[in-house]
């Protein structure tokens, strides 16, 4: 049986199928030979990849630089004895361990999904008899049949179709059910031009068919989708690249000064174990433990802010990934559409009528071309919508206030249409019932209905169709008076033309009378003999709150790309209404698309020229998408991708946060993204790059305020070390020091609100660092006042004879005070912290007052004095240590007038992004 592998299957005949996989169409596959081929090709399932053991994927949360500093500075802790600190350092270790595990390791179940899809029931003929069996029992060469509401149970080449029509729109993009056939087709056509097959997890919408199975599990299209899920890479965020970065940094200088300090002790004839200690000492001080757990928990407000605006986040470093973001990918249909087809135009009598209203909803009006409603229905559009209304098979309900469509979405549209001006379609085919019907098929191109007229005692010809096939059946067109001309086929050519180049889907409509004996259709009898009664021009109309979202991501700095399995016209036409703009634009200015065709004859260095200037690429398939993905990130953008489709898990898996859909999107899509849409709309995505970036800004606000307090603990050893004094601090108050502020005063920073103009800012260039270079001369000015003026108190205070332990008390005054006016500085890194409001966060302002009451206590309390070797100081010990907390206050506020916004840069992957 390896000679059905690598077939395109789509290519050959009925026959050559069927005897390429030793089957027959009269009695399908003997029991036996199923037994055969299962042995040889397994369960029609999907396997994947094996996942990863949970102990493995818990263990690998431990495997970062930061980590094993926090690992370091706990068993320094032990070793000097402090075991409830050590004990905390490893709780945190712990708990930022099991919250990566439980985020992460569901991503691993978009595989398990995948499964879902094919686990249903199906009906195959074997031994000459129909059986019921579970789809997961199908091997290749069994005849499944068809109809309307099945799943597609695996791949099949199509061998009947009877007005079969499958909705694939999870797999390929497809906004309509695609009318199928069983011609050979050339070797090249896409998967969704691809109308002879019909592909596991797809949905039949209508009609009947019979296929040969070509394909089960793995091998299936889905299944193949499924292989380049569990292959995408799981990327790390531009957070926890940055976060990785600058802890192998850290590293490196902690060592590094560590050592210094050894050696220096050492060559001044100090005693090894008090300089070992020393150098302990100054890497406790200056590894920041409270990093790990306000990256966990600032992630982890954002999830919950994002919670309130729809947005559910799987995998927290996702809140902040959309806030460095410089494209989001989407997909068209249902994404940045509504997903229910819309007429909205009408031509009729020589003239154009708008139809206002989108979806399934019948509420609108009709109104001609120059925006004024018309007195009365005019004669000819009447004639449209009626035959639009009976010539159909389609059906609308409401249902708890929504409005279901039963049957085929283009025909529903019809019967909406009619709906708005006034005709009910179960009216009309009460006064005007039906007696026969020639269903539409792709041959004909055209649905044919015959319909007793009782006021008019004769019978009416109902005609539905593409307009050049309804063309050849006409010889004349209806004016708007009722009167009948001449049939101007140029011209109803010429204006179908123009409605497709808008993105419009145009059907075409004419009727015919016959005598009432007559009870069947018969072709020949009105061949060439119909009235042309007019068009209905339709489309998947865009979201409303789109357009504004693309609007603002565009002022945000971020391009937005359209990739849609959909056809090129209409994507397009929906780009050019969303105001998505690209350098490569079509005659009529509209982005013009790249249609998965070209996307395939294009090598890696071609698609890399293209991918920047084009905005819109159609016809695309998931192989295609997950390409575009990767051409993008090599291109430096930081990516992301909507979808709610099979088709587009792949892509949302591999780029930088996936986007999926939580009401119209697969299972497959949610496990595979990174962020859920509640509500399915585009425009909450503005919602959660603006928490995004707030998220980012409160991270770094953290760092840079954090990271003052461990140079300067390291530059307050390093100096008395260096000057043969005793240590100014012990280790186990530079823990104090570190973990207490870093509780309740630097996670206060998570809660700071979004600053005014987040949304004009140009996306960050994903290679900057956390902290600049504006920022680093800010924090690294604050280490030094902290540093000099606690020695300089330090100093002052033993020289004069003064004791050790209150001097020391001083210092941790110093150091603490300096982190409180110093936090309310970094509230805002570019402006006075009075500018964003002093009240806008009251939790700074509880954990500032608290942190002051829990140092009176360190410093007063007889029992805190004896743990951690503190002592009483005067009042003016108490002026000198907040005089130089209020210097090192002043400092930053003056710096920040000379400096520029170093929150902010211009982006150099959106040049096109104006400063604002």
Same mark, same amino acid.
């Given at each position: 049986?390896?000679?059905?592998?690598?077939?395109?299957?789509? *290519?050959?005949?009925?026959?050559?199928?069927?005897?390429?996989?030793?089957?027959?169409?009269?009695?399908?596959?003997?029991?036996?030979?199923?037994?055969?081929?299962?042995?040889?090709?397994?369960?029609?399932?999907?396997?994947?990849?094996?996942?990863?053991? &949970?102990?493995?994927?818990?263990?690998?949360?431990?495997?970062?630089?930061?980590?094993?500093?926090?690992?370091?500075?706990?068993?320094?802790?032990?070793?000097?004895?402090?075991?409830?600190?050590?004990?905390?350092?490893?709780?945190?270790?712990?708990?930022?361990?099991?919250?990566?595990?439980?985020?992460?390791?569901?991503?691993?179940?978009?595989?398990?999904?995948?499964?879902?899809?094919?686990?249903?029931?199906?009906?195959?003929?074997?031994?000459?008899?129909?059986?019921?069996?579970?789809?997961?029992?199908?091997?290749?060469?069994?005849?499944?049949?068809? %109809?309307?509401?099945?799943?597609?149970?695996?791949?099949?080449?199509?061998?009947?179709?009877?007005?079969?029509?499958?909705? $694939?729109?999870?797999?390929?993009?497809?906004?309509?059910?695609?009318?199928?056939?069983?011609?050979? !087709?050339?070797?090249?056509?896409?998967?969704?031009?691809?109308?002879?097959?019909?592909?596991?997890?797809?949905?039949?919408?209508?009609?009947?068919?019979?296929?040969?199975? @070509?394909?089960?599990?793995?091998?299936?299209?889905?299944? %193949?989708?499924?292989?380049?899920?569990?292959?995408?890479?799981?990327?790390?965020?531009?957070?926890?690249?940055?976060?990785?970065?600058?802890?192998?940094?850290?590293?490196?200088?902690?060592?590094?000064?560590?050592?210094?300090?050894?050696?220096?002790?050492?060559?001044?004839?100090?005693?090894?174990?008090?300089?070992?200690?020393?150098?302990?000492?100054?890497?406790?001080?200056?590894?920041?433990?409270?990093?790990?757990?306000?990256?966990?928990?600032?992630?982890?407000?954002?999830?919950?802010?994002?919670?309130?605006?729809?947005?559910?986040?799987?995998?927290?470093?996702?809140?902040?990934?959309?806030?460095?973001?410089?494209?989001?990918?989407?997909?068209?249909?249902?994404?940045?559409?509504?997903?229910?087809?819309?007429?909205?135009?009408?031509?009729?009598?020589?003239?154009?009528?708008?139809?206002?209203?989108?979806?399934?909803?019948?509420?609108?009006?009709?109104?001609?071309?120059?925006?004024?409603?018309?007195?009365?229905?005019?004669?000819?559009?009447?004639?449209?919508?009626?035959?639009?209304?009976?010539?159909?098979?389609?059906?609308?309900?409401?249902? $708890?206030?929504?409005?279901?469509?039963?049957?085929?979405? @283009?025909?529903?549209?019809?019967?909406?249409?009619? %709906?708005?001006?006034?005709?009910?379609?179960?009216?009309?085919?009460?006064?005007?019932?039906?007696?026969?019907?020639?269903?539409?098929?792709?041959?004909?191109?055209?649905?044919?209905?015959?319909?007793?007229?009782?006021?008019?005692?004769?019978?009416?010809?109902?005609?539905?169709?593409?307009?050049?096939?309804?063309?050849?059946?006409?010889?004349?067109? &209806?004016?708007?008076?009722?009167?009948?001309?001449?049939?101007?086929?140029?011209?109803?050519?010429?204006?179908?033309?123009?409605?497709?180049?808008?993105?419009?889907?145009?059907?075409?409509?004419?009727?015919?009378?016959?005598?009432?004996? %007559?009870?069947?259709?018969?072709?020949?009898?009105?061949?060439?003999?119909?009235?042309?009664?007019?068009?209905?021009?339709?489309?998947?109309?865009?979201?409303?709150?789109?357009?504004?979202? /693309?609007?603002?991501?565009?002022?945000?700095?971020?391009?937005?790309?359209?990739?849609?399995?959909?056809?090129?016209?209409?994507?397009?036409?929906?780009?050019?209404?969303?105001?998505?703009?690209?350098?490569?634009?079509?005659?009529?200015?509209?982005?013009?698309?790249?249609?998965?065709?070209?996307?395939?004859?294009?090598?890696?260095?071609?698609?890399?020229?293209?991918?920047?200037?084009?905005?819109?690429?159609?016809?695309?398939?998931?192989?295609?998408?997950?390409?575009?993905?990767?051409?993008?990130?090599?291109?430096? *953008?930081?990516?992301?991708?909507?979808?709610?489709?099979?088709?587009?898990?792949?892509?949302?898996?591999?780029?930088?946060?996936?986007?999926?859909?939580?009401?119209?999107?697969?299972?497959?899509?949610?496990?595979?993204?990174?962020?859920?849409?509640?509500?399915?709309?585009?425009?909450?995505?503005?919602?959660?790059?603006?928490?995004?970036?707030?998220?980012?800004?409160?991270?770094?606000?953290?760092?840079?305020?954090?990271?003052?307090?461990?140079?300067?603990?390291?530059?307050?050893?390093?100096?008395?070390? +260096?000057?043969?004094?005793?240590?100014?601090?012990?280790?186990?108050?530079?823990?104090?020091?570190?973990?207490?502020?870093?509780?309740?005063?630097?996670?206060?920073?998570? +809660?700071?609100?979004? $600053?005014?103009?987040?949304?004009?800012?140009?996306?960050?260039?994903?290679?900057?660092?956390?902290?600049?270079?504006?920022?680093?001369?800010?924090?690294?000015?604050?280490?030094?006042?902290?540093?000099?003026?606690?020695?300089?108190?330090?100093?002052?205070?033993?020289?004069?004879?003064?004791?050790?332990?209150?001097?020391?008390?001083?210092?941790?005054?110093?150091?603490?005070?300096?982190?409180?006016?110093?936090?309310?500085?970094?509230?805002?890194?570019?402006?006075?912290?009075?500018?964003?409001?002093?009240?806008?966060?009251?939790?700074?302002?509880?954990?500032?007052?608290?942190?002051?009451?829990?140092?009176? /206590? !360190?410093?007063?309390?007889?029992?805190?004095?004896?743990?951690?070797?503190?002592?009483?100081?005067?009042?003016?010990?108490?002026?000198?240590?907040?005089?130089?907390?209020?210097?090192?206050?002043?400092?930053?506020?003056?710096?920040?007038?000379?400096?520029?916004?170093?929150?902010?840069?211009?982006?150099?992957?959106?040049?096109?992004?104006?400063?604002?």
């Amino acid at each position: 049986m390896e000679k059905i592998f690598g077939k395109h299957w789509h *290519h050959l005949s009925v026959e050559e199928a069927v005897q390429l996989l030793d089957s027959s169409l009269a009695t399908g596959l003997g029991l036996f030979e199923v037994q055969h081929r299962r042995e040889r090709f397994g369960l029609n399932e999907f396997t994947g990849k094996k996942p990863r053991s &949970a102990l493995s994927a818990f263990l690998k949360q431990f495997a970062q630089p930061l980590v094993y500093l926090l690992v370091l500075a706990a068993g320094v802790t032990a070793i000097l004895g402090h075991y409830v600190d050590a004990a905390v350092i490893f709780s945190v270790v712990l708990v930022n361990a099991i919250i990566g595990f439980l985020q992460e390791y569901r991503a691993e179940k978009a595989i398990e999904s995948l499964k879902q899809m094919v686990l249903s029931e199906c009906t195959v003929i074997r031994d000459g008899l129909k059986r019921r069996i579970s789809s997961r029992d199908l091997v290749p060469g069994d005849l499944v049949l068809l %109809q309307s509401g099945d799943k597609a149970p695996a791949d099949m080449r199509l061998v009947e179709s009877r007005d079969l029509q499958i909705d $694939e729109s999870a797999l390929t993009g497809e906004s309509v059910p695609v009318q199928k056939g069983i011609e050979v !087709l050339h070797p090249s056509t896409a998967l969704a031009d691809r109308t002879n097959m019909a592909y596991a997890g797809t949905l039949v919408t209508y009609g009947q068919g019979k296929g040969v199975v @070509t394909a089960t599990g793995n091998l299936t299209a889905s299944g %193949q989708i499924a292989e380049m899920i569990s292959e995408a890479a799981d990327l790390a965020t531009p957070l926890t690249r940055k976060i990785a970065h600058f802890s192998r940094i850290l590293l490196y200088v902690i060592s590094a000064l560590a050592i210094l300090t050894f050696l220096v002790g050492y060559l001044r004839k100090e005693p090894i174990l008090d300089m070992f200690m020393a150098s302990v000492a100054l890497a406790v001080g200056m590894i920041p433990e409270g990093l790990p757990a306000a990256v966990t928990i600032t992630l982890a407000i954002g999830v919950k802010r994002l919670a309130h605006r729809r947005a559910i986040i799987r995998k927290l470093p996702a809140v902040e990934t959309l806030g460095s973001t410089t494209i989001i990918c989407s997909d068209k249909t249902g994404t940045m559409t509504q997903n229910q087809m819309t007429v909205q135009q009408i031509f009729a009598a020589g003239e154009h009528f708008q139809v206002t209203g989108s979806g399934y909803a019948p509420e609108g009006r009709l109104l001609r071309s120059d925006g004024v409603a018309p007195d009365s229905v005019p004669f000819s559009v009447q004639r449209v919508l009626i035959a639009g209304a009976l010539c159909n098979d389609s059906h609308i309900t409401q249902e $708890e206030g929504q409005w279901k469509i039963q049957g085929d979405p @283009t025909e529903a549209a019809l019967l909406v249409s009619a %709906q708005k001006t006034g005709y009910l379609p179960e009216e009309l085919s009460a006064k005007i019932p039906r007696l026969d019907v020639i269903p539409f098929e792709s041959d004909r191109q055209y649905m044919a209905t015959l319909n007793h007229d009782p006021e008019a005692g004769d019978n009416l010809i109902f005609v539905k169709g593409a307009v050049e096939k309804v063309i050849e059946l006409c010889s004349q067109q &209806a004016e708007a008076d009722g009167a009948r001309n001449p049939l101007n086929p140029e011209a109803i050519l010429r204006e179908t033309e123009n409605l497709a180049m808008k993105g419009y889907r145009v059907l075409a409509f004419a009727e015919g009378r016959c005598d009432a004996v %007559q009870k069947k259709l018969v072709r020949d009898s009105w061949y060439g003999n119909l009235v042309f009664l007019g068009l209905q021009a339709l489309m998947d109309p865009p979201r409303p709150e789109s357009k504004q979202a /693309v609007a603002t991501c565009k002022s945000a700095g971020i391009k937005v790309k359209m990739i849609t399995g959909d056809h090129a016209l209409t994507a397009a036409a929906i780009a050019a209404q969303l105001g998505i703009e690209a350098r490569r634009k079509g005659d009529d200015g509209s982005p013009k698309a790249i249609t998965g065709r070209e996307l395939a004859g294009f090598s890696d260095e071609q698609l890399m020229s293209v991918v920047e200037d084009t905005a819109v690429f159609a016809r695309v398939d998931p192989s295609q998408k997950l390409r575009l993905v990767e051409a993008l990130q090599a291109h430096g *953008h930081v990516v992301a991708m909507t979808g709610d489709g099979v088709n587009d898990a792949p892509a949302l898996k591999q780029a930088d946060i996936g986007i999926a859909m939580g009401q119209a999107g697969t299972d497959v899509a949610r496990e595979a993204a990174d962020m859920i849409l509640t509500d399915d709309n585009f425009a909450t995505i503005e919602a959660a790059v603006e928490e995004g970036r707030g998220v980012f800004d409160n991270l770094t606000k953290f760092i840079v305020w954090t990271l003052p307090t461990n140079l300067g603990e390291g530059m307050l050893l390093m100096m008395a070390i +260096f000057l043969g004094l005793t240590l100014p601090v012990t280790p186990v108050q530079i823990l104090w020091i570190n973990m207490t502020t870093a509780l309740l005063l630097g996670l206060m920073l998570a +809660f700071e609100p979004t $600053e005014q103009g987040i949304m004009v800012r140009p996306p960050r260039d994903p290679k900057r660092p956390i902290v600049t270079w504006p920022l680093i001369v800010r924090l690294l000015l604050v280490s030094v006042i902290m540093a000099a003026g606690g020695f300089w108190i330090y100093d002052h205070i033993v020289v004069g004879g003064g004791d050790v332990a209150e001097a020391r008390t001083v210092v941790v005054n110093v150091v603490v005070f300096t982190e409180i006016f110093y936090l309310f500085n970094c509230r805002s890194l570019s402006r006075s912290p009075w500018s964003v409001g002093f009240l806008s966060n009251r939790w700074i302002i509880f954990g500032a007052l608290l942190m002051a009451a829990l140092q009176i /206590v !360190l410093t007063y309390a007889p029992m805190m004095n004896r743990w951690f070797d503190t002592a009483p100081i005067t009042a003016e010990e108490w002026l000198k240590a907040l005089g130089v907390s209020l210097i090192a206050y002043a400092a930053v506020e003056v710096l920040k007038r000379f400096q520029a916004d170093p929150g902010r840069s211009a982006s150099r992957l959106n040049p096109d992004m104006p400063d604002k």
